[in-house]
């Protein structure tokens, strides 16, 4: 099978929500002994996993499971981070010890972590837990022309689905996407742009931490980017797109967005990063965004007009901006709160309770 054989296949597998099945999580959390509405946008959230699942209740989603999609990216090399490309497999190793922010915030919802090397620019010590999967040793430089070929970009975008397939059959309920990447909130800014269509302006932010010259310079590497790319326009195509000025982590979290939906498991959004893969994913196949829950909105500008752009609200917003997964970490034990109220609260009925006149 080619690579592009492979993702139209994922995409066919992709079924709408279960509508009935929905109906009946808004008439049954309406009955339960609350206002009506009380719990806000979480009852939205039950409703929606109930329309995943195809049964209402839905199962609670856990445990999650974290895929954390690991690459380096030419347009390091245009200055637009402060910090050495190096780091990129150097926070793979931390990973793989235990010790990055992810893992702690993953080892507090229960929550495995798996890293994923699509395109690591260095040899890595083969390791449990360490996926190798690298279709590149990093892109070319997005400014200059085509990140990747559409190729690299169909097989990054494969290597998602199956991550995500072989992490539900290992028993995960709830899928996370994460990212390693320096100088990947270049090559986002650039996709939250050619998909949105704003200005890299309002879309460009300082990422790990750069001063105002360096995001001055940064928005112009971005605008660079999409213009030797014929970016942005309605006829170039979501692969394509992602080929020109994304990343090899951008196209694999797309793919994990297709293979979470296609296997009717919810998947919770990180920051920009994740936030990039999901406007591909919804450029392939729009219903993949049904199976995607908004886990926090970043501090980072493209994220916001990513959301917006999706329709999907975010669950937290504790101004994080750092990737790996962390922020969709967070939001998981509310994910599993709004599933739970509908197994264990009474309704007006059982419990006895009388309703308002
Ligand atoms: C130590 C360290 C740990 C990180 N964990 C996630 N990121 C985040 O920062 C990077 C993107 O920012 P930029 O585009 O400015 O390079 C990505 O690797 C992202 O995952 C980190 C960045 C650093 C430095
Ligand atoms: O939104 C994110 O996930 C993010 C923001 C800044 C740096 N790294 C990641």
Known sequence: MTPAEAVARIVAAIDPLDEAAARAAREHQDRLTKPRGALGSLEDVAVRLAGIAGTCPAPIPHPAAVAVFAADHGVHAQGVTPWPQEVTAQMVANFLAGGAVVNAFANQAGATVTVVDVGVAADLPPTPRLVNRKIAYGTADLSQGPAMTREQAERAIATGAEIAADLVRYGARCLIAGDMGIANTTASAALVSAFTGRDP???TGRGAGIDDATLR??????????EANGLPSEEVPAIEVVARVGGLEHAAIAGFILGAAAARVPVILDGVIAGAGALVAAGIAPRAIDYCLAGHRSAEPGHAATLEHLGLRPLVDLELRLGEGTGAVLAHP??????????????FDSAGVSEKE
């Open 201 to 203: 302006e309002l879309v």
């Open 217 to 226: 310079h940064k928005i112009e590497v971005v605008r660079r980017g999409l």
């Open 334 to 347: 509310l994910v599993c709160a709004a599933a739970r109220v509908m197994h264990e609260v009474a309704t």
